[in-house]
């Protein structure tokens, strides 16, 4: 009887927490791919582009590649911006696959990097198409507000080269070169 009755308590009290946590409203953070999260010297960045162009297709978002390094200062400021910033990161993370490339005194990558306009200052963006066309090349100073990383610049940037904003500008200037 004492177990049938542990038992009775037990399944209540599971039921109860089932219950309480599917009216809770939360937000799951997506399970990033490690090339998105973390600068590392020994990951094969041709690899890892493949990889982020493949999801990028899979998912219709562009491919936002990030080059820094865990040396960069800059870099670890952008990472803690977007962690204080859930809106933004979750505008950048829906509309481009991360891919985070790491330059060192270790390993500059440079086969990987030689075929990059070049790097204004770090941490660098790029913005590829889905189909591995670069269509941007940004100093990612031009984010910064005085010495912080600035809110509103980041969305707009994010909102300027996505997929959709990049469809809509093709679509205007095939429109006007035909007028």
Known sequence: ??????LVISLSLLLSSIATANTTSFTVTPD????SKIYDDQRD?????TAALTLAKETNRQ???????NWCSWCHKMDAFL??????????????VLLKISVSDSNE????????PPVLGYPHMYVSTAQGKMILS????????????????WLSFLSDWSVSATKAQAKIS??????
């Not at 960045?45 to 582009?49: G, I, R, Y």
């Not at 859930?86 to 509309?95: C, G, K």
């Not at 095939?174 to 007028?179: E, F, G, H, N, R």
Request: glycine fraction near 4%; aromatic fraction near 8%; charge should be negative.
């Open 138 to 153: 940004k100093d990612t100073a031009e984010l910064l507000i005085g010495e912080n990383y600035s809110r509103s610049q």
């Open 83 to 96: 962690a204080k910033n859930p809106d933004v990161s979750e505008a950048l993370h829906s509309q481009y």
């Open 32 to 35: 990033l791919p490690t090339y």
């Open 63 to 69: 491919v936002l590649i990030e080059i820094g390094g």
């Open 45 to 49: 960045p041709f690899k890892d582009a």
């Open 109 to 116: 990558n440079n086969n990987f990097m030689k075929s990059l």
């Open 1 to 6: 009887m004492r177990i049938i009755t542990t």
């Open 174 to 179: 095939t429109t006007a070169s035909v007028d």
